[in-house]
């Protein structure tokens, strides 16, 4: 692919990242479109090594019960990501033949969403919005918990009121490995399908007619461009022109591992107007020794590099240079709850009292929780949009399509939706490209009725 003979060369579709959202993307377009020549960059030596990795998150499948701060709109939405990866799990090629171990891959794990106090009233306002919507889902009393989960329950205070909403087959995913099983379920005989790893893309050029890619000594050309590589998609999109009103945060969700203590994952009551999870337990499948992951802390990072935590051209250049970045984050922190929040995961990186501050959070999960035994680990990047025209916090991820280009920003619970982002995206690159999208085929794989999907909108701004 390095000789200047464009038409020969000529992609369809350039994808940029491979982890769980460009691979998603790969593998919907390359088993239910008429695209035909697709091309997936990653800068890594293998596939899903960024915060895909099983050591960058939580490991969960959001399916729209556990999120308390969820819109029913938006509960229904997940509900629908849920199945379409359950019918992937179950499906995939790679899965079925054993080219890669099913324990490698997923786990069901117990899923619990516990209520403290007054946070019970909200906790069953929202099982009544979704019983119905979620009927396997149960509401469970102090003596339930405890039946299921006593560590819960074992050193509370008895005057302390618990409820819990709980599904007995929530999944644990290792977002990692299922993205080398979407890219190995992609490579379909009759298309012209490439990966290629250690492959990074430093430049996006719009040539009119397609886009020209430049790596560390070569040359692609795309006649679409999507771009999936977490906070770097704003990056690329900014030096493009794009996101004007637009800035970013990176927020690093780092976490502290504890020995096997519970056998679920246990969630919190959300805040609504906070786009991050309250602190949570997350056992690891993955591991050998099991253990549990308490977390996420909100790390802001004054970087736009991982291995960063502070970068002087970065803060001149996308905050103190931009003066309406500033205001907006002025602005948000005039919020008492967001100002708390801030400031508290702030005080978690002192060394030993953020530890032991930390505890105090991580003990509303398992009150006999014993601080010595708390491990820190850096966890991966959130890129958190920040909206300038209302200087306000974007929740949840988003994805921008501006004609043959497309960017996605993908927090939580970008991962969990990430089939269902793609079959949206695919949708709409076969539109710009005058190609055929095979809903027919899609929804007989995934075993779904047109009526389930019908009433998703396109989640673009």
Known sequence: MKSNNKKEELLDVAII??????????????????????ALFEKNKELGQGNSNYRNNSKTLHEGFAETNYSLEKMKRMKIAGILFRGYLRRSKVIKEGLIRKEEVFSEVPF??????????????????????FPEVKLLNRKEIFNLEPNIVKGRNKNERIEAIFKEN??????????????????IKDKDIKI??????????????????KTNGNLFYSKFVYVSSSANSFYFAKKMGFLENFSLLNIR??????????????YRVQIEKIPFVQIHADPNPFLKNKSVEFGP??????????????????????????????????????????????????????????????????????????????????????????????????????QFAFNNIMFAIT??????ASILNSIESSNYICKQLDVKFNIDDLLNYFKLEVEQIKDIKLNFL
């Open 411 to 416: 927090p939580s619970p970008g991962a969990s």
């Open 170 to 187: 929530g999944l644990a995913l290792n977002f990692g490995n299922i993205a080398k099983t979407l890219a190995q379920d992609s490579l």
């Open 297 to 398: 802390t909100a790390e802001i990072i004054l970087s736009n590099e991982y291995a960063k935590d502070f970068d002087l051209n970065y803060i001149y250049n996308y905050l103190i240079k931009d003066k309406d970045t500033i205001y907006s984050i002025i602005n948000i922190f005039k919020d008492s709850d967001i100002r708390k929040f801030i400031f508290k995961n702030v005080l978690y990186r002192f060394p030993k009292v953020g530890k032991w501050l930390f505890a105090i959070e991580a003990k509303k999960i398992v009150p006999k929780l014993n601080v010595d035994y708390l491990e820190f680990n850096k966890g991966g990047i959130r890129p958190q949009l920040v909206d300038n025209s209302q200087a306000k916090l974007v929740l949840g991820e988003k």
């Open 253 to 266: 969700g780092n976490y502290y591992s504890y020995p096997p203590v519970i056998n679920s994952k246990v």
């Open 196 to 213: 290629l790893k250690n492959q990074e893309i430093n430049e996006i050029k719009d040539r009119d007619d397609y886009f020209e890619l």
């Open 17 to 38: 990242g491979g982890g769980i959202v460009g691979t998603s993307l790969l593998f919907t377009l390359a088993n239910f479109t008429g695209v035909k020549r697709i």
């Open 112 to 133: 619990f969403v516990l209520a403290i106090n007054e946070e019970i009233d909200l906790l069953e306002t929202k099982y009544e919005q979704i019983k119905n919507l």
